[in-house]
């Protein structure tokens, strides 16, 4: 089955600064990369995704990239914010028409430092 | 559209007893999933459904889980005889999968059951 590493576990970044979270994925069949942020006492919340057929993609201040020849794919945020302070996780799936089961990564606690 | 929603938020039991979650999916989203978070890790995948049918279930639901969704639209995932090992946060997503669609899942607050 599919195995995410996600690095680093923790990441504090001074407000203003950038913050970039790596994920490694084993199975190349693997094909759509979703982004959640997770807030205390709160289920995940979507903040952008990628296909496998896009090398990059840009929402404001969050940027994903996609690396499929190393299997690799980060997260990027730049002029990090207090209220950006949550865990993000990384995941992976394969769709196939059938079910796009996601495996997660173990998370990255992000702390922003006013 | 108000998203996902879980219902009850909370949940203590005493270690054998059965309990059951409820979840209420985003309007018109044929699809709709159950993982299992515990802490400090990412949700783990249990089982799936599109529309009434359960297509997928995960190795981590054991017999004692069941999981069901009649008519399509909630869903309820039963736990009979709990154990200690299975506290953690479960949470619900769905979505709207149809030929080149997106199929982007949408996770609910999620119910944190404790097993005392």
């Known amino acids: 089955g599919e195995n995410v590493e996600q690095h680093p576990s923790t990441l504090s970044v001074q407000e203003g600064d950038s913050a970039v979270i790596k994920c490694t994925y084993s199975d190349s069949a693997s094909n759509y990369f979703p982004w959640y942020k997770q807030e205390l006492g709160k289920g995940p919340q979507l903040i952008i995704d990628i296909r496998s057929n896009v090398g990059e993609k840009k929402d404001q201040r969050i940027a994903v990239t996609l690396n499929k020849t190393a299997k690799h794919f980060s997260l990027h945020i730049t002029e990090t914010q207090p209220e950006d302070s949550a865990v993000y996780f990384c995941a992976a799936s394969l769709s196939s028409g059938s079910a796009r089961q996601l495996t997660f990564g173990s998370g990255t606690q992000l702390t922003v430092l006013p | 559209d108000t998203g996902v929603s879980q219902d009850p938020r909370h949940k203590i039991t005493k270690r054998g007893q059965n309990v059951t979650f409820r979840c209420d999916p985003i309007s018109e989203h044929n699809r709709l999933y159950w993982y299992r978070q515990t802490l400090g890790q990412g949700p783990e995948f249990l089982t799936y459904?599109?529309?009434?049918?359960?297509?997928?279930k995960s190795r981590l639901l054991s017999d004692r889980f069941s999981a069901e969704r009649p008519k399509g639209s909630f869903s309820t995932l039963e736990i009979q005889r709990t154990e200690q090992g299975d506290s953690a946060m479960y949470l619900c997503a769905s979505s709207f999968f149809a030929s080149g669609s997106t199929d982007t899942q949408y996770f609910g607050p999620g119910t944190r059951l404790t097993v005392l």
């Open positions: 459904f599109q529309n009434e049918a359960q297509l997928e």
